[in-house]
């Protein structure tokens, strides 16, 4: 009994012997393996895997500190000033303003803080648009202590990027833009910025999901979306791959209470790319492909309609007369899958890829049609000058201080409209006036005014100017009807 308890014991250390994986090379340990290593379900997987755990101190001592010295200096604070009119609240209204003299009040300095990126020697620094937003005064501090004045360059509300320039004697350390297209889920990657203004932080996570399209955010529907945690104050810093390069520019988060909740999104840097080339080349603003369509997203049951596996791609609603949808020879209910080989699931993933390529080349399309795949090559053109009549709305009424336009195709894209909509279109509000105090959006189209229809811009400013207390206002926002009526 003795003895064979002995030869147990000795048998199962032999066994744990030549299942210990300590002192093996990590090239022996995946050839050969262990006695145990290979009794186990699943083993022929692990050893065929190219990710494994770490076999020695050294590799258990890796860091991302070499990652973070390399791309660090290229990461800045970026403070932005603006001088706020401070004005009373009786102001403006004839009661008050004839019995009362209001004394003029010091503007009060609104100042935000947010992170960027120098992404050139020369000084180009990349933001977020929401950042500078009317800011007038921007200043670049970067990670040394030096601080620098800016001028904005470019900047784009819809994508949330504005890019700035700082100047120098020397050139400033910079980072590479590397290719977002390349990324997977589960790459690990680096948030760097200056989260609640505590100073230059780094934290780590991977790549949770691509293509992301939250709402609320911005009008741009393709993020790169991330576990690393990004707070406050991270706007518009680096998210960094395994490589120092820059795949993305951190912009939002989703939370409820602020702070990190370990969802974060990033603008991917292929987009960030063609911004910093229009800024570079003294454009005033960046300007997406006319394309000269209108796209909807393919639901399940209209995937189903056309035979397809799965709901993928952009669906075609309309087609502009004389566009480059038209000269590719594309039709209302054709589905795109693909731009120049890469998938195409949602109208949001379509406008990312073509606004990523670059005017005067073309564009190799994938379509649906009839149940069969076809290509087309679509020209990538500029944006043509928009010959709508624009006006400008003065007087003292809800419209003061708009800019409104009869649509066009060329407007409506501009806009996010389907291009055969027809009125007359809000382009802009001044800040602070009575437009945007009503809360009028570029892209609100203006139907009817004290029940008048609005077929012109001079009708709209002809009624808008000619006074009155009470308004009676219907506007069209997002294919919703919108009436109100207000005393003014």
């Known amino acids: 009994m003795m003895m064979g308890r002995l030869a147990f014991a000795v048998l199962c250390a032999a066994t744990l012997f030549l299942a210990q994986p300590s002192g093996v090379p990590a090239a ?41 010295r390399k791309t660090a200096p290229a990461v800045v604070n970026v403070y932005a000033s603006a001088r706020v009119e401070v004005r009373s609240p009786f102001m403006g209204d004839p009661f008050f303003e004839r019995f009362f003299d209001f004394p003029q009040m010091p503007p009060r300095v609104q100042s935000s803080l947010g992170s960027g990126v120098l992404v ?12 500078i937003r009317a800011a007038d005064e921007v200043k670049v501090a970067l990670a040394d202590g030096r601080e620098f004045a800016s001028d904005i360059l470019l900047t784009d509300e819809e994508l949330d990027l504005a890019v700035l320039k700082i100047e120098g004697r020397d050139a400033f350390p910079a980072a590479r833009l590397g290719d977002s297209e390349a990324l997977e889920v589960g790459d690990l990657v680096l948030a760097i910025g200056n989260p609640f203004g505590v100073g230059q932080t780094t934290t780590s996570g991977i790549v949770s999901a691509l293509a992301r399209s939250p709402r609320g955010i911005s009008d741009f529907g393709y993020f790169i979306q991330t576990d690393a945690a990004i707070n406050p104050g991270n706007s518009g810093g680096a998210l960094i791959n395994m490589s120092g ?53 393919v639901t399940p049951e209209i995937a189903e309609a056309l035979g397809m596996e799965r709901p993928m791609g952009a669906l075609v609603t309309n087609v502009a007369p004389d566009s480059p949808a038209a000269r590719a020879g594309l039709r209302s209910g054709d589905v795109v899958q693909a731009v120049n080989g890469k998938d195409v699931d949602s109208p949001e993933a379509l406008n990312y890829r073509l606004a990523t390529l670059p005017v005067g080349t073309s564009a190799q399309i994938e379509i649906l049609r009839g149940g069969r795949k076809q290509r087309l090559a679509m020209p ?109």
């Open 380 to 488: 990538i053109e500029r944006v043509p000058e928009d010959t709508g009549r624009q006006v400008e709305i003065g007087g003292r009424g809800p419209f003061a201080g708009a800019r409104v336009a009869a649509l066009s195709p060329v407007l409506a894209q501009r806009l996010r409209l389907p291009i055969n909509m027809q009125g007359v279109v809000v382009v802009e509000t001044a800040p602070g006036s009575p437009a945007a105090g009503l809360g009028l959006r570029p892209g609100d189209i203006v139907r009817e005014v004290n029940g008048e229809e609005i077929d012109t811009p001079e009708r709209l400013k002809a009624i808008a100017e000619s006074g009155g207390r009470w308004w009676r206002l219907s506007i069209e926002r997002g294919g919703r009807l919108i009436r109100q009526m207000l005393r003014y």
């Open 245 to 297: 390069e820059v795949v993305g520019i951190n912009t939002a988060i989703y939370s409820r209470s602020g702070g990190s909740n370990g969802i974060g999104f990033a603008i991917p840097a292929n987009i960030v790319r063609a911004v910093v080339e229009a800024a570079s080349s003294g454009a005033e603003r960046f300007e997406r492909p006319y394309v000269g369509a209108s796209f909807d997203p």
């Open 28 to 68: 022996q340990a995946q050839e050969g393996g262990g006695l145990l290593q290979r009794l186990l379900p699943g083993s022929r997987d692990r050893q065929e895997a190219t990710r494994r755990v770490p076999f020695s101190q050294d590799e258990i001592q890796l860091s991302f500190a070499p990652l973070v």
């Open 120 to 131: 050139d020697p020369s000084g180009i620094v990349v933001t977020n648009h929401h950042v």
